[in-house]
């Protein structure tokens, strides 16, 4: 719900607008005069107001004072503004624009002509929060194409010389020199991986992946996927030293999806490094893989600390990460918003259900593919 922090010390205006504003649908707060709105919007506490409508003429800080606090602060300095004055003189006028007041209301008005305002400065700063992110959506996309061909011929290198060093000291009993070669290994692997998520993130912009799927998309029968992809991302979590167990229930019968084997590993693996990285040490990982109602629904359960759930809606879009501080997550943000796009390209999905101190699952549906039986 849109949310308004309007700033009025007349008693019977404030509640003739909060009526009207609330009857439209938005959320109202209250302010009498200029240093109540600063208190509020000085404790990071209360969720920060959609726009802020104010009297100009008011005691303590005035009107002015609170748009000259609200553009000097960075956490602030983007909301719209709208006055409320009955002082409609040039100077007046200047002053706000000065300041950078987005609209003015001159008393007396009628309360649809501010539900008007308001609503078109809503509009308006909407639009152009989409242009930014767009521009930089493609700004992103370019960096990270440049990136993975920039990084493929040096990595080709890389891994070739991991490998021919890792077949080279094979027979070698230092413990040491071994624990090198995996965390060598471990960091060429990861390269490798950032440099394909980021050619195939360029493939689904570009729709290119979608083009291609039905020549690379065969029916595979998921047992044998999920054990050797569970085992992989075991044998990376022990190289890390978080000493997480990942344990995984195949269903009775055979399950089998149309898909490419390299899209699975990504859309499954990621969500199992997903879960190791938000794991305690010593945690525990279940995969479950269920048929329900046509599709193959596979649920990774951990019991980390949960994601709160304002930040839930976050974290299946590109360049996001939870609480990157608190975790080991060297990546890009990249990996949760694949799984997803490449899951509904499969004609599935991608769905988060987590409870802050209880843990989090992660499900993955995708269609199932029934095999024709052939006569002899």
Do not use: W
Not at 74 to 103: C, M, V, W, Y
Not at 158 to 168: H, I, Q
Not at 243 to 251: A, D, H, K, M, W
Not at 288 to 302: K, P, Q, R, Y
């Amino acid at each position: 719900m849109t949310q308004i922090l309007l700033v009025e010390d007349n008693q019977a205006l404030i509640e003739n607008i909060s009526f009207e504003l609330e009857m439209q649908g938005y959320e109202v707060v209250q302010s009498r005069d200029g240093q109540i709105a600063i208190d509020y919007l000085a404790d990071e506490k209360n969720p920060l107001p959609d726009i802020i409508v104010s009297d100009i003429a008011m005691p303590n800080v005035d009107g002015y004072g609170l748009l000259d606090y609200v553009r000097r602060c960075d956490r602030l300095s983007h909301l719209p503004f709208i006055f409320l004055t009955a002082l409609n003189t040039r100077q007046n006028l200047f002053a706000g624009k000065e300041l950078g007041a987005d609209d003015y209301m001159v008393k007396p008005f009628h309360p649809e002509h501010l539900v008007l305002a308001i609503e078109n400065k809503l509009k308006r700063m909407n639009q152009m929060a989409h242009h930014a992110e767009r521009k930089m959506d493609t700004a992103r996309t370019e960096l990270l194409l440049m990136l993975s061909h920039e990084l493929r011929t040096p990595l080709t290198a890389l891994v070739g010389g991991t490998e021919l060093l890792e077949s080279a000291l094979l027979d070698v009993p230092d413990e040491g020199i071994q624990q090198m070669l995996n965390f060598l290994k471990l960091g060429t692997d990861r390269l490798t991986r950032l440099s394909n998520m980021a050619l195939l993130l360029v493939q689904l912009d570009s729709g290119h992946m979608k083009d291609k799927f039905g020549d690379v998309a065969y029916p595979h029968e998921m047992a044998e996927m999920i054990a050797d992809i569970c085992f992989k991302i075991g044998r990376e979590q022990k190289t890390r030293q978080k000493g997480v167990e990942i344990r995984y229930c195949l269903p009775e019968a055979p399950l089998f999806i149309i898909t490419s084997i390299d899209y699975f590993e990504i859309m499954l693996g990621e969500l199992l490094r997903n879960a190791v990285n938000y794991s305690p040490d010593s945690g525990r990982i279940e995969v479950l893989i269920e048929n329900v109602n046509g599709f193959a629904e596979i649920t990774v359960f951990d019991d980390g600390p949960g994601i709160p759930p304002a930040q839930q809606d976050k974290l299946f879009k590109r360049f996001t990460q939870i609480n990157r501080q608190l975790h080991e997550q060297q990546g890009m943000g990249l990996g949760l918003s694949l799984v997803k796009s490449i899951a509904e390209l499969h004609g599935g999905g991608c769905r988060l259900v987590s409870i802050p101190g209880r843990g989090s699952r992660v499900k993955l549906l995708l269609p199932e593919h029934i095999l024709e039986k052939t006569g002899e």
